[in-house]
Structure formats: structure tokens, C-alpha cells
């Protein structure tokens, strides 16, 4: 039932992209049927390191594409849902100690010596100064330093010692190195994708240093983000961070993204880390580890990305740590300063117009890059959006059409707002709504919604007040709270 080959008919948003769509559509079946039949991949008992129990010696052996055989990922799930326990590796510890208590988030980083440029500390430092002094009571930053040249280590983590003493006394700062030891063969792997040898081993330690990462931090919080040791952080990131999982409660999700770029700001429920470190390690010479990320979740159900903007976290290096190459990617999503995400309580979502393929109602209310898209509306169509529990709020927003798509607006519309929701827990709906004004544009929003409004808000909604030819884009539903 869990296939990698997720629906690519998600993938694309745009008018214009349509009709690749559903040639992607033909394609993908094509290429699962062809997966099926063929099943050109052979197992391979081929790790036999003491790290790794009998249960995970499953290395498969695939042609040079980086998809893995639909047969073998149900045969991985399986695998994987029995992998709830940490790898028995023995750590160094360069500096610091985690506190016992068990944070809110922990933020993971691996470095390595670079033939050019060194970013870690101004990374650790980013951290640290965009966060507030709340924040930092809920953080703990793991920094690895994953390279084989021990005096090299040493002498970074003396270093970071010295310039972030202050965390690493309070307990939110830790260096770790895992010896030589433990490390699987890194030599003679398979040439995947035609990668020369030297690139193959590259990203192959990769793998195992991320997995040796994750698995130490299993325990330390609820939540993990991975960070590159090149990175510059968003002001208050963690705030925002938080307000995601709060707007997801209720949803399934296995990671939430906050940056388009590699692995970069990929947050994950803690409880998955070890499955996660085991999944590495069984595929660590298959796939450079972005593309492992999008198999793993794909095994655990999650078939598309859910990626948020804008983006809390940039690519600040310029030299890559392979070779010293030039890398001058950089996210242009992100946003440094501090930005107003709405908190968009818990709530129900459902409407009575006729829905275009996927693009359900649920995709207009997050900040998620998705939208809700709707056919031809007819007066009295609404979208509406009963929350689970009476709300105090303060300010709303709600954007529809897209840049490609800019007649898909509302062009005749109003918002409205009601106190109380009747029926039971599912199909929970409003009467005696107030309005509480036009939509403009395609656009409405509204501020001191609590002053305006003498009650605490259970139900809102966007209805339609003459008919539209176009179709009609929700683009984002946007809804602060105040904090009481």
C-alpha cells in the first residue's frame, strides 16, 4: 500500500503547468509498471560492521536511477517499523554535556574540514544571536564534527569552546565526534549516476556521519531540525518553527520543510530519528542523502513535500565542502528579518463548490506553497473555516489568484464571521453570521478583528456574492490570535 512513486500530478500549481501534468501522470504509471515487471534490483547482504544488527543488513543493488524499486520499499517499511531503538556506537564528546531535560527542539549540524572557507562557528552564531532569551531555553544545537583528522577536531572544538562557552555551560551546546572505527567500507562503492570514485565516498560518509548525528540526538527533544554548517538562521526562527507544528496539529506529517535547499531545515518528529539513522546506513552508498530524505518519507506515507515560506534558514558558504567547489546556491524564499506568520488555529475546513483534482480546501490554510482551486462559483458558494474551539482574533487575510493565474480571484465576495457551531465533532457549521467586510481585488483583509467583533470567533468563512465565470483560487487563508 506504501509506494515512493508519489502523485506528480501534485507537484505542479500553475495554469500553465497543467498540461505537463498529465503527461507526468501517463509517465509515472508507465515507469511503476515498469518497476513492477522488470524488478531489476538484488539483495545484497553486504554490511557486516558491528554497528549494524542482522535486522538491517539489506543493501540493494539498483540500476544508476534514483528511484528504489516499489517492491523493496514495502519490504524497507517493514524493516524500518521494527528500528525503534538507537545504534550502539561509542561517542566522543569534544564539549559540553546535554542537559538532562528534554528540550522543544534540537538543531543538528555535521562538519567536516574544508579545502576553502570555514563557516561552522558563524552558522553556531547565527543560531544563538537569532534567538531569544525564551527561545534559547528550549533549544539544544549538536554540532559533529565528522572529519577522520583528529587534531583538526580538537582544534575546532577548542575553538567553538572558547567563543560559545556561555552555551555550552548552560547546557544547549554539545560537540560530538564519532571515530574512524565505526565507519563502515568507504572504499570501492558503487559508481552510481557515473559520480567519479572520489565523489562517490564523499557523499557516501555523508550518510553515515548524518546518521550517527541523528541517532545521538534521539532523545534530547520532541523535534529535530537538520542544519549544514553553512547556514544563516531567521530571526526568531523557533517562534515560527512552533507555530507550524501547532497549525499541522491533526495532521499526519513526517517532515516539514523550511528551506528548498538540500538538507537544510528539514524538521522531523524526534521518535523517527532512529529509523531515520538505520535508513542511511542501509542505503548509504545508493544516493547522495536529499534524495534518501524523499524516499524515507515517501516510505512512511508522506508523499509529497510540505514546504513552507518564506524560508527561516539561507546557504551562506560559498566554497563547498567537496573539493572546495564553488556553491553559490542560495534560497530565495528566505527572509532574515523578523516576518508575521500567522498563528491559524486548529480548525475544519469544508466547502460546497465543485473542487479542481487535488487542490483540496485544506491547501488554502497554512503557508504551505499550495493553494485551494475551485471551479466556476455560483452566488452563495462559500469556503468556510470552523475552528476547534472558540477564538479571540485579532487580524485576518486571505489572498486569492496567482501570478499565473490572476483573473482566478474572488471577484465578488465577503468575509464573514459567526459565534457559534453546531452539530458534532465532524460537519460542525454556523449560523447568524456578522460581516465583516468585502473582498477588494481578490484580496481581503482586516486588523483589530476584537474590537469589531464582541465575541470569541468559532466559525468564519469566505462566501460568494454573484456568480464568477473564472475559477476561483484560494491562495492563503491567514488568521493571528491574541495570546491570552
Not at 83 to 98: C, D, E, K
Not at 277 to 293: K, S, T
Not at 298 to 311: D, M, N, T, V, Y
Request: charged fraction near 25%; include cysteine.
Amino acid at each position: 500500500q506504501v509506494t515512493l512513486l508519489g502523485d506528480l500530478l501534485h507537484t505542479g500549481h500553475s495554469w500553465k503547468g497543467l498540461d505537463k501534468m498529465r503527461g507526468l501522470r501517463k509517465r509515472s504509471a508507465v515507469s511503476f509498471l515498469g518497476a513492477l515487471v522488470v524488478c531489476l534490483l538484488l539483495m545484497n547482504l553486504y554490511i557486516e560492521d558491528r554497528y549494524v544488527l542482522e535486522g538491517d543488513k539489506q543493501l540493494i543493488r539498483e540500476t544508476a536511477t534514483h528511484q528504489l524499486s516499489p517492491e523493496r520499499s514495502v519490504h524497507t517499511l517493514k524493516a524500518l517499523s521494527n528500528f525503534s531503538g538507537s545504534i550502539n556506537i561509542s561517542y566522543r564528546s569534544l564539549a559540553g554535556t546535554p542537559l538532562p531535560r528534554k528540550r522543544y527542539l534540537t538543531i543538528g549540524l555535521s562538519s567536516v574540514k574544508r579545502k576553502k572557507g570555514n563557516y561552522l562557528l558563524e552558522t553556531i552564531k547565527s543560531i544563538f544571536e537569532q534567538s531569544s532569551y525564551e527561545e534559547l531555553q528550549e533549544i539544544a544545537v549538536v554540532v559533529q564534527l565528522a572529519d577522520f583528522d583528529s587534531a583538526w577536531c580538537e582544534g575546532v572544538a577548542q575553538d567553538i569552546s572558547q567563543r560559545f562557552a556561555h552555551h555550552i555551560i548552560a547546557g544547549r551546546l554539545t560537540v560530538i565526534h564519532v571515530p574512524e572505527e565505526y565507519y563502515p567500507v568507504l572504499d570501492g562503492l558503487k559508481r552510481n549516476y557515473n559520480d567519479p570514485e572520489d565523489r562517490v565516498k564523499f557523499r557516501s560518509k555523508q550518510n553515515v556521519d548524518y546518521a550517527f548525528l541523528l541517532n545521538f540526538c534521539a532523545s534530547l527533544s520532541d523535534y529535530y531540525v537538520m542544519l549544514e554548517d553553512d547556514v544563516r538562521c531567521s530571526k526568531n526562527f523557533l517562534t515560527a518553527v512552533k507555530k507550524v507544528i501547532t497549525s499541522r496539529e491533526g495532521s499526519y506529517w513526517v517532515t516539514l520543510e523550511f528551506s528548498k535547499l538540500g538538507y537544510i531545515g528539514k524538521l522531523y518528529h524526534s521518535h523517527d530519528l532512529p529509523r531515520l539513522a538505520r535508513f542511511l546506513l542501509m542505503f548509504y552508498q545508493e544516493m547522495p542523502c536529499d534524495w534518501l530524505l524523499i524516499h524515507f518519507r515517501g516510505l512512511l506515507a508522506q508523499k509529497e513535500a510540505i514546504r513552507f515560506k518564506p524560508s527561516l534558514f539561507q546557504h551562506m558558504g560559498y566554497y563547498s565542502s567537496y573539493k572546495g567547489a564553488e556553491n553559490k546556491l542560495k534560497d530565495d524564499d528566505f527572509e532574515e528579518e523578523p516576518f508575521d506568520i500567522p498563528d491559524n488555529p486548529p480548525a475544519n475546513l469544508h466547502t460546497n463548490m465543485n473542487v479542481f483534482e487535488n487542490y483540496e480546501a485544506s491547501k488554502a490554510y497554512s503557508s504551505v506553497d499550495e493553494y485551494f482551486w475551485g471551479k466556476a462559483p455560483s452566488a452563495g458558494d462559500f469556503y468556510a473555516v470552523v475552528f476547534e474551539r472558540p477564538t479571540k482574533v485579532t487580524r485576518i487575510k486571505v489572498v486569492t489568484g496567482t501570478e499565473d493565474r490572476q483573473t482566478d480571484i474572488l471577484h465578488h465576495g465577503a468575509l464573514e464571521v459567526a459565534e457559534k457551531a453546531l452539530g458534532g465533532t465532524k460537519g460542525r457549521q454556523c449560523t447568524a453570521y456578522l460581516r465583516l467586510g468585502e473582498f477588494r481585488n481578490g484580496h481581503f483583509e482586516v486588523a483589530g478583528v476584537e474590537h469589531k467583533v464582541l465575541f470569541d470567533i468559532n466559525c468564519m468563512r469566505i462566501l460568494v456574492t454573484k456568480p464568477q465565470k473564472e475559477w476561483l483560487i484560494i491562495r492563503s487563508i491567514s488568521v493571528w490570535t491574541s495570546q491570552t
